[in-house]
């Protein structure tokens, strides 16, 4: 069975111009794996994986799906891996694409960010948005064509993307389905195709181990040889009354089962069969052995020279190949080349695979064409191969180097080789350079500036690569030759810790850019970057060790000619001024030059307005953040798509600390989408819905968030992540009353605090710290982190971290001296209201007002009740609730009158609050706890909930978003 879904036909004998069937050879012993892939791609998202042995039938398996599926209005798209591809970025997928085009909506209806794929799709382009500006990194460019796929797939509408012979595919492009994989179009289903036995050791099929995602369905299938009666039943099919159950027998025991072996033997006994004096008999007897290899010798023993000699050239070339290639390499003239090609298709040795291209029925076949030719002959044909590639006007290198080595000239290989790596790296095909770099390197007594330049290339590739675990593999593997130069070694270090930190979240990265340093002492620029980077390593040795580090990489640089290591060194300044709040950091980043020529001191620029931009926001100067951020994004566009997330997510954190709090999550959800492998997204967003989660009471979704985050929180090199964490952790310990667990977490975070001297940062944790350890009866622990925060304050320009020490200030007058402690939350309040922060500034109102009653102060009233504005303004249920309590309990809020209004159909507002969390998953039981009403309550209201919105429980979201509540009544 052939593995390219074409299928060569039987003649039947009692009608010649009859096939046996629409595909050539019948379908058969596969109804239930058929049924399985259908059932998978017909939910989609869904990740199909078919592996099997060469011939086993795979691709026909994928083919007779497809072809269900296209009679039922999907669109397929198919591409295959080869083993001699010549450079082409993304070849498999970008062959598949190419033939969407009938499928594709007007230009304007499709996104924006499809146009990427315009150089790869030069035959749809004029279909495509324009493309975006190039990226001024790989891997920025190759997150660029990613999202655009995505884009494009979405375009094309209900497809399923089908990839043959990913044992063959190259690095880029399994980074690419590695990717997709993890966030796939909602109507996407991807089929990949693979031997195991061929895929490279120790790699996972996607270089990462492969776990389906959340939300995408899929099924893993291992096709196994077809049994006797499925083998039978192939013979009936192709033979009709010829196919006896001796033959059935008969090719059973000589294929073992597999397809590919029964078809070729199905050909060769329907040319001898009984019209020439055969038995099922004479197929066994005859010495042809079990396998292909007998099938096709005995086939080729028949056909004139001319028709061999094109198929050993087949055979060489190991690629498809164009009728006037095959002639040249096969030493005949045009019209001999074009006789024996013409008899090589009629014994269905070879096919065209493309137009006019040709090559053979399966891998199989070629392998035992290739193998029968013996050494001196080969060699000829590889020769005879090498001079007719050459002479091509874009000579293919990749070939060229593998006829090369399969003439065993190792040295000459090595040039070409690199030369190949070099093209490919420059058409963007970094799967094909990674491949050839790696073959280089494998090789035993290299020159040293071969090994260093090949090693320095495959470097290159992995640090701009997006899958990290896998590329930091491969750095470990180049690091583990022990005859790298020195100066080498250093270069892949640094590019080693650099992929741990910044993309693997390993701060074991650190200690490998420290061991860079000394490896790189003679060349300063690459030392200074790796400074740089230990610079921005907050958690060891905190502000002294990073200035220390920036000092010695701005003394490195001074006198260099590297612009973009200054710029780096610029930014890094600019970024530890910004954690300190020193008040003239905004002076120096007016003074920033924000133009350049130089695509990585543009970066840098941007990377300068991103740091300083989000340090911002910790500092509580927001609309200033907001000005840095756009720039920052704005300049990012241009060329670092990396960057231009980083801003986009800081600006939707920062709008919901301005009080928008409107589909956050599906915000979140749509960034998260066009940046899939960007951490920062998943923990910033992890971080806002927890805040929002405790607000409305959902306290075991919001310690979920906070776990999440905190966890991502301590492998990053700087600690605001985790201190956020840690105070978002112990808040809601102590509403539920979990004291000891607060402290025990907040404890903790003030050591880190304390150890990096991060007191200008207003990360909420000071002021709940305070009041965990006055919970837990440690009035000196509380004490003397404040006096430590307002030290740290000093001379600091800090707004947010000023208006917490205020908080935590008040929290310790209490009830000690309620008076002092209302003018404590007065100065927090009115910072979070000059910030911009509602939730901030209802908080303290409620504060603030708790602490007038307390001191007899007829303003508490009005504190309480602007709190309470403040909190169903945001929606902020649990909040509303708890200040409502305090209210009523301090007697500053009227009674409600007996009897209730009458809401007929419609919700009461506390059945909309009610229904509004029952929507969110929580049980009765988290809402009693909320809203602060007993569980009997909570029931009442649940059962009113469901009847008036006709209900269940499952579906309470569903009927509010239809506002079925006010259809009623």
Wanted: aromatic fraction near 4%.
């Amino acid at each position: 069975m052939d593995e390219t879904g074409d299928r060569v036909g039987i003649a039947d004998h009692d009608n010649d111009d009859k096939v046996s069937s629409i595909g050539g050879f019948a379908f058969v012993g596969r109804q239930h794996e058929v049924g399985l892939v259908l059932a998978a791609l017909r939910r989609p998202p869904a990740v199909v994986l078919v592996e099997g042995e060469a011939g086993i039938g795979k691709t026909r398996l994928v083919h007779e799906a497809a072809k269900t599926l296209v009679g039922q209005g999907a669109r397929v798209l198919t591409g295959f891996c080869h083993p001699l591809r010549e450079p082409s970025p993304y070849g498999p997928v970008v062959d598949a694409m190419r033939k969407a085009g009938k499928w594709l909506p007007p230009v304007e209806d499709i996104p924006r960010s499809a146009g990427a794929l315009a150089s790869l799709l030069p035959d749809l382009a004029d279909r495509l948005p324009s493309p975006p500006p190039r990226a001024s990194e790989a891997r920025a460019e190759r997150h660029q064509v990613l999202h655009g796929l995505r884009s494009f797939l979405g375009a094309v509408g209900p497809a399923v993307l089908v990839i043959e012979d990913l044992h063959w595919v190259d690095e880029a492009t399994r980074e690419m389905l590695l990717l997709l994989s993890r966030d796939m179009p909602e109507h996407l289903g991807l089929v990949l195709t693979f031997r195991g036995e061929d895929l490279p050791p120790n790699l996972p099929l996607l270089g990462s181990a492969y776990r389906r995602q959340p939300g995408t369905g899929g099924i893993e299938i291992h096709l196994e040889p077809l049994s006797a009666q499925a083998v039978q039943e192939l013979a009936r099919d192709a033979l009709g009354d010829q196919a006896s159950t001796a033959l059935g027998n008969v090719l059973f025991d000589r294929s073992q089962g597999v397809p590919l072996v029964v078809e070729e033997d199905l050909i060769t006994f329907s040319e001898h069969g009984p019209h020439h004096g055969w038995k099922s008999a004479d197929l066994e007897l005859t010495e042809l052995p079990r396998g292909l290899r007998e099938a096709l010798t005995e086939r080729l023993a028949v056909l004139p020279p001319t028709a061999v000699a094109v198929v050993e050239a087949a055979a060489v070339l190991g690629v498809p190949a164009t009728e006037d290639l095959l002639a040249e390499v096969a030493g005949l003239d045009s019209e001999q080349g074009s006789r024996g090609l013409t008899e090589a298709l009629r014994a269905t040795i070879l096919r065209e695979t493309g137009p006019a291209r040709y090559f053979f029925r399966h891998i199989l076949a070629q392998q035992v064409a290739y193998r029968r030719i013996p050494g001196p002959p080969r060699n000829r044909l590889h020769r005879q191969a090498l001079t007719a590639l050459e002479a091509q006007p874009a000579p293919p290198l990749v070939q060229i180097a593998h006829h090369t080595l399969m003439l065993g000239d190792r040295e000459a290989w090595r040039g070409r080789a690199e030369a190949a790596a070099e093209q490919a790296i420059a058409f963007g095909d970094v799967g094909t350079a990674a491949t050839l770099l790696r073959r280089i390197l494998d090789e035993a007594g290299l020159p040293d500036d071969l090994r260093s330049r090949a090693a320095l290339a495959l470097s290159g590739i992995a640090i701009n690569g997006t899958d990290f675990v896998t590329n930091a593999e491969v750095l470990r593997r180049i690091l583990a030759d022990p005859h790298l130069p020195v100066a080498t070694r250093g270069e892949i270090r640094l590019s080693l810790g650099i992929v741990m930190v910044g993309h693997a979240g390993d701060r074991a990265g650190f200690e490998e850019i420290a061991r860079a340093v000394d490896e790189l002492a003679d060349r300063p620029d690459r030392a200074a970057r790796a400074m740089i980077a230990l610079a921005m390593d907050e958690r060891n040795g905190g502000p002294e060790q990073a200035w220390a580090w920036l000092e010695r990489a701005e003394i490195a640089v001074r006198h260099g000619p590297d612009e973009a290591v200054r710029a780096a060194a610029r930014a890094t300044r600019l970024t530890l001024l910004a954690r300190e709040g020193d008040p003239g950091v905004w002076a120096r980043l007016d003074r920033l030059p924000r133009r350049s020529d130089d695509p990585e001191v543009l970066r840098q620029i941007a990377r300068a307005l991103y740091n300083t931009g989000e340090i911002a926001i910790e500092l509580g100067h927001d609309r200033r953040a907001a000005r840095l951020l756009a720039e920052s994004g704005g300049l990012a566009h241009q060329g670092s798509p990396y960057l231009e997330s980083y801003s986009r997510t800081a600006l939707l954190r920062l709008e919901t600390l301005a009080g928008d709090w409107s589909n956050v999550e599906e915000r979140f959800t749509m960034l998260r989408r066009e940046y899939p492998d960007i951490t920062m997204t998943a923990t910033d967003e992890a971080l806002v819905l927890a805040v929002l989660a405790a607000a409305r009471g959902q306290h075991r979704r919001a310690l979920e968030l906070f776990t999440v985050a905190s966890a991502y929180g301590e492998t990053e090199s700087q600690v605001t992540v985790a201190l956020r964490a840690a105070a978002g952790l112990t808040t809601v310990h102590l509403a539920q009353g979990a004291v000891q667990n607060a402290w025990s977490i907040a404890g903790n975070a003030v050591a880190t605090l304390r150890a990096v001297a991060a007191w200008a940062r207003g990360t909420g944790l000071v002021p709940v710290a305070v009041e965990a350890a006055l919970s837990c009866h440690d009035r000196e622990a509380a004490e003397r982190l404040a006096a430590d925060a307002e030290r740290g304050l000093g001379n600091r320009d800090a707004p947010a971290a000023t208006a917490e020490l205020h908080m935590a200030r008040g929290i310790l007058l209490g009830t000690a001296d309620p008076a002092a402690a209302a003018e404590s939350y007065s100065r927090a309040r009115q910072l979070w209201v000059d910030i911009g922060r509602p939730y901030e500034t209802a908080r303290a109102d409620e504060r603030l007002g708790g602490a007038l009653a307390a001191a007899g102060d007829t303003r508490a009233a009005a504190r309480l009740t602007e709190a309470l504005a403040g909190y169903e303004r945001l929606g902020a249920t649990h909040d509303f609730a708890r200040c409502q309590r305090t209210s009523r309990e301090l007697g500053l809020t009227e009674p409600v009158p007996r009897g209730r209004p009458s809401y007929g159909g419609e919700l009461s507002p506390r059945e909309r609050q009610v229904a509004e969390l029952v929507a969110q998953g929580a049980t009765n039981q988290d809402i009693a706890h909320a809203l602060f009403l007993s569980p009997r309550t909570v029931e009442q209201h649940v059962a009113h909930v469901l009847k008036k919105l006709g209900a269940t429980r499952g579906h309470v979201g569903e009927a509010l978003r239809s506002g079925r509540d006010l259809d009623t009544g």
